[in-house]
Every structure is written in structure tokens, then in C-alpha cells.
């Protein structure tokens, strides 16, 4: 969708010069450790919905990378994408999907291909570019579907659109809350302080709360399973994109 939070969080990031690297965090190898409980684990796999497994990219994770930097050069937009990325490997991992992690992530890493060019034809000029690149149309289904009710008529169908567009807009809000903590992180936010922001309407007016409950009712979860599920999965990758944000610096 249009990241109408994005102007909110640009000025955070302006006051403060630029991206701020996260402060003191642990290892979260915890987050990302498997499940000890193959019952837990069956479960997941009988979840898997028809379809899922064939998915395929087109396109390796490097070519995507590439392929986002032609089209966006904002710091800020890149940022985004990565932390998307981030988010929609955990929630592969989680959610009993992991062997398509590597597709639910370049997904995220692609989402707003078009939106710093094409702010006004965001999902509509996604198709192309992607295309152009040899993208699966599975992919591009998925990154239109993000923009559903808003810039695109692709309703999300599988779980996975179904988290991307549930998360999207939600990032930016958890991003935003972070950068009011004193730590400027996610590592130690907790789910009822991201609550009293969502709450707050002032607070980060521009995002979207309607589209993140639709996102929760979507998926058919409770908000704060979706809040709580959402801060582990940015914590799962603030360091590394941090990382690879400075690594693009130089
Ligand atoms: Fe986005």
C-alpha cells in the first residue's frame, strides 16, 4: 500500500541525521530457534494452505536487491523494504513456511518497487518493473495484493499476502514508536506501549490504524498476537538492517 506514514517517520529520522543504528542489542538467535515440539511443528505443516510450496521467485535475492536500488534511491525506502524483508522471513519461519522463506522475503524486499518513482501509480506500475525483471506472476500478484482497497484490486489470498499486508503499514508504526524510546530500538518495546500508540491517533496520524485491524481481521488474529508477532519479527532483523543500511552509506 502507500506508506502514508512515511513523511512521519522521514522527519524522525531528519531530527536525529539519518538512521539510527540500534543500541545494545542482544543476540536473537533465541527468536529464530525451532520449535522443540514436533506436535507444535505437524500442526504448522498441516496449516500450510495448496499452492503455497510451488511458488516460485524468478529472481535470487541479489538480483532483487539490485533491482529495488534501480528504482529507489532514498535511504528511507530502503530501510522500508529491507525491514519488510526481515519481517516476512520471520513470519515464514514462524508461521510453518519455511521452506519458502527465500520467496516471502524477496516479496517484502520488493513491495513498493514503484512507489519513489510513482508515488500516484503505486501497485499499478509495480507489474512492469517486476516483469521487465522476469519476476513470477505469482510475485507480482503478491506485491500488487499489498495495496488491496487502496491502489489495487488483488485481494490478498494466501497467508502470506495476507501477513504482508497485515505488517506493512504496521512497521512503520512499530518503527516509529521505536524512535521515541530512549534505546531507539524495537529490542525492548513491549506489546502494551505499541498499544497506547496505536491508540493515540496523534501519534503517527498518517498510519493507517484501519488498514492494520483489517490486516488482523484478515488473518484472524487478535491485535496483539499481530503486535506482538510483528516487534519480534523487526527485532529479528534491526541489527542486520542497520548493517546493511551503513554498508550502503559508504
Ligand atoms: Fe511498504
Known sequence: MKPIWINKVREKQDKSGGIIPPTEIPTMKSLDKKSSNPAKDNIKSEKKEAGHAAKKSNITREQAWKLLKKYNKESFHLQHALTVEGVMRWY????????????????????????????????????ELLREAGVSED?????????YG????????????KVLFASD??????????????????????????????????????????????????????????????????????????EAMEKEKK
Open 139 to 147: 510475485m507480482i500478484y503478491a506485491v500488487c495484493s499489498h495495496g
Open 92 to 127: 515464514a519461519k514462524e508461521l510453518g513456511y519455511a521452506d519458502e522463506e527465500e520467496f516471502w522475503g524477496i516479496t517484502g524486499l520488493l513491495h513498493d518497487i514503484d512507489f519513489e518513482l510513482y508515488p500516484e501509480e503505486h501497485c499499478k506500475r509495480a507489474p
Open 169 to 242: 503499514e504496521l512497521t512503520g508504526l512499530i518503527w516509529s514508536c521505536a524512535l521515541m524510546r530512549p534505546s531507539k530500538s524495537t529490542m525492548d518495546m513491549e506489546v502494551k506501549s505499541l498499544k497506547k500508540k496505536f491508540k493515540d491517533k496523534r501519534f503517527a496520524a498518517g498510519c493507517s490504524r484501519e488498514i492494520i485491524s483489517q490486516g488482523a481481521e484478515r488473518l484472524g488474529w487478535e491485535m496483539d498476537e499481530l503486535f506482538d508477532k510483528t516487534i519480534q519479527a523487526m527485532r529479528s532483523c534491526e541489527a542486520s538492517v542497520a
Open 150 to 161: 487502496i491502489c489495487s484490486e488483488e485481494e490478498p489470498r494466501l497467508e502470506m499476502e
